[in-house]
């Protein structure tokens, strides 16, 4: 299997895993899904139960199927030259006949999601695949009104940066601490690839810090004797910070690094939030702040900014724009609302590569 072919099933793989909808699958040309050896990879790859962890929703795995078999039995000239692999054909008739959950029972559960970003551990090498696989409830906003349950495309972009080379040089051998967690992606992403000292998960939730505990087992980092250490815990917004029990609060000295995203989506929010950021910046004046942020309301996010400049905070943009959602290879998300990432500091720091 040549090179362009082998990265075009790996973009589908990878978007396969993360639920991507079947109509924003990026399938190969026709030409390429006749092929047997690609019809074995995909069913390998994607369908084979003996094979794959993990695996998607029957729902979901029956729609996809559909579709590339709907796909290989149009791009098919000569029936006696071309056939569609028995082995897609079999697990077609398998998922067809068996008693599959309605489309709002599948909603209503919790699904395995995979997001996988590509780290260049050395200028020219290849890319390392680093994948963070999730228990989800993705249609589901919970009874106390969180939206901590799923991973949004905030958290998303800001994880496409912390796995850049600058984003590491913030994060690497830091004592990092994320706000508002909800799946906790961010901090499995760091605490499993991203080299940090030790990482502290939270959320206002006590639902969804649990969750976030099943997500840890999922990413063999249930074990708080692993170098990177991830520990989970309720914060609520806007309480006191105890400087004298922090450790024993949170299993961590004072943190080097404090990450948010999607955490500015409500006004009502943002004062408390505002708040717990003065605490911190009181605990560790030289703290580095980042928070991404989808602009669904300008004026909701302007009053962020605002509320951080008269607490005494530096802000600045980082030029980290998302990439246009046709180039994305991993991981996937919508586009059309502005995505930002913004770092806030106590006091600008001079040289600041990101600054505006």
Not at 25 to 37: H, I, Q, T
Not at 125 to 130: F, G, I, N, V
Not at 291 to 312: D, M, P, Y
Not at 325 to 332: E, M, N, W
Request: glycine share 6%; charged share 20%; proline share 6%.
């Amino acid at each position: 299997m040549d090179t362009k072919t082998r990265s075009k099933l790996t973009i589908l793989c990878r978007q396969y895993f993360q639920l991507v909808e079947p109509a924003q699958l990026r399938w190969p040309e026709d030409a390429v899904l006749k092929d047997p050896r690609v019809q074995s990879w995909i069913f390998n790859s994607l369908f084979n139960a003996e094979k794959v962890m993990n695996p998607p929703p029957e729902r979901y795995r029956l729609r996809v199927l559909k579709s590339l078999v709907s796909r290989l039995e149009q791009s098919i000239d000569d029936p006696e030259e071309d056939e569609i692999s028995d082995d897609l054909m079999s697990e077609l008739a398998c998922l067809l006949s068996s008693n599959i959950p309605s489309e709002s029972a599948s909603a209503e559960r919790k699904a395995f999601v995979t997001y996988t970003y590509a780290l260049h551990s050395t200028r020219g090498s290849m890319p390392e695949d680093c994948t963070v696989t999730l228990l989800e409830s993705r249609y589901v906003i919970s009874a106390s009104g969180t939206t901590g349950l799923r991973t949004w495309e905030a958290a998303l972009l800001l994880g496409s940066f912390l796995v850049s080379e600058a984003g590491r040089a913030i994060i690497r051998g830091k004592r990092v601490f994320e706000l508002g967690a909800g799946t906790g992606m961010l901090s499995i992403l760091c605490a499993k690839h991203l080299g940090v000292s030790g990482i502290v998960a939270t959320d206002g939730d006590e639902a969804v810090v649990d969750a976030i505990k099943t997500n840890l087992f999922l990413n063999k980092l249930d074990d708080e004797s692993t170098p990177a250490a991830l520990r989970t815990a309720a914060l609520k917004w806007g309480w006191p910070l105890n400087a004298a029990t922090f450790a024993e609060d949170y299993g961590m000295e004072v943190p080097d690094v404090l990450l948010g995203a999607d955490v500015t989506y409500d006004k009502l929010v943002i004062p408390a939030l505002v708040s717990s950021l003065r605490e911190f910046f009181e605990l560790n004046p030289a703290l580095q702040v980042l928070v991404a942020a989808t602009i669904r309301n300008e004026q909701t996010f302007e009053t962020f900014l605002n509320s951080c400049k008269r607490n005494g905070f530096s802000v600045a943009l980082i030029d980290f724009p998302p990439t246009p959602a046709h180039l994305q290879d991993g991981p996937f998300y919508p586009t059309p609302t502005p995505i930002q990432i913004w770092q806030i500091t106590r006091h600008r720091p001079s040289g600041d590569p990101f600054a505006l």
